[in-house]
């Protein structure tokens, strides 16, 4: 079985802090995908990132970046200089590697309040 | 870039009614998922189909019944609703042979009174 491990439930920085948010995850699949997802107030589930379980090169993407770590199970995300409008839950999340299912198991999400 | 559109937004029914959820997957995505969250929770699968048959079954009520037409959309059937029920219902879709990710629609958000 596959499970998602958020330790943190909500973080409060303020505006141009760095805000890093950890996951742990547990399978037994040797090949498998890990994914960041943002839900704002609104509601609307987005997608942030993806990583596959054979590439641990860990990236950059504009504000946010990811430190993936295969011996120790956690996929940590980061984002530079935080906004306001980054204000969110994020939910990190694993799925197997099938051509068909794939469904995601999600973590219990961190809220993140970015005060101004 | 069309995403994925669920209807309807809201809905509002009353303890032991019947409501109906759908789903258009993005074009050209043959899986389609259904997901349910409750307050203050993290998304929890449901249901999947793969090229119109079910995939994956999840935490489903036997109350709840779905399926996937020839056109690849979805409806989510839910009966004999009851409190516990309410919360946001997410379809999310994604090509087989596509990278993993799932796009998410906006989500239904229902109410049981």
């Known amino acids: 079985a596959q499970k998602v491990t958020q330790a943190q439930t909500e973080i409060s920085v303020v505006e141009k802090e760095d805000v890093t948010l950890d996951c742990v995850y547990e399978?037994?699949?040797?090949?498998?995908?890990l994914f960041w997802y943002k839900q704002p107030p609104s509601g609307e589930l987005v997608f942030l990132i993806r990583?596959?379980?054979?590439?641990?090169q860990n990236e950059i993407s504009g504000r946010y970046s990811w430190n993936f770590q295969k011996s120790t199970s956690s996929f940590n995300f980061t984002i530079t200089a935080s906004q306001v409008v980054d204000s969110a839950v994020y939910f990190c999340?694993?799925?197997?590697?099938?051509?068909?299912?794939?469904?995601?198991?999600f973590g219990g999400g961190t809220r993140v309040l970015v005060k101004p | 870039a069309a995403g994925v559109i669920q209807s309807p937004r809201h809905l509002i029914k009353e303890k032991r009614e019947t409501a109906t959820l759908k789903c258009y997957p993005i074009?050209?995505?043959?899986?389609v998922y259904w997901y349910q969250q409750g307050p203050g929770q993290d998304p929890q699968f449901l249901i999947s189909?793969?090229?119109?048959?079910?995939?994956d079954k999840g935490s489903i009520p036997d109350r709840f019944s779905a399926q996937q037409f020839s056109d690849y959309h979805s409806e989510l059937n839910m009966s004999s609703l009851e409190l516990g029920d309410s919360a946001l219902y997410f379809c999310?879709?994604?090509?087989?042979?596509?990278?993993?990710?799932?796009?998410f629609g906006e989500g239904s958000r229902l109410t049981v009174l």
């Open positions: 999340a694993l799925s197997d590697f099938k051509a068909a299912g794939n469904k995601l198991t």
């Open positions: 990583r596959n379980s054979f590439d641990e």
């Open positions: 399978t037994r699949d040797t090949t498998y995908y």
């Open positions: 074009p050209r995505h043959d899986t």
């Open positions: 189909f793969y090229e119109k048959m079910q995939s």
């Open positions: 999310a879709s994604r090509s087989a042979g596509a990278g993993g990710e799932l796009f």
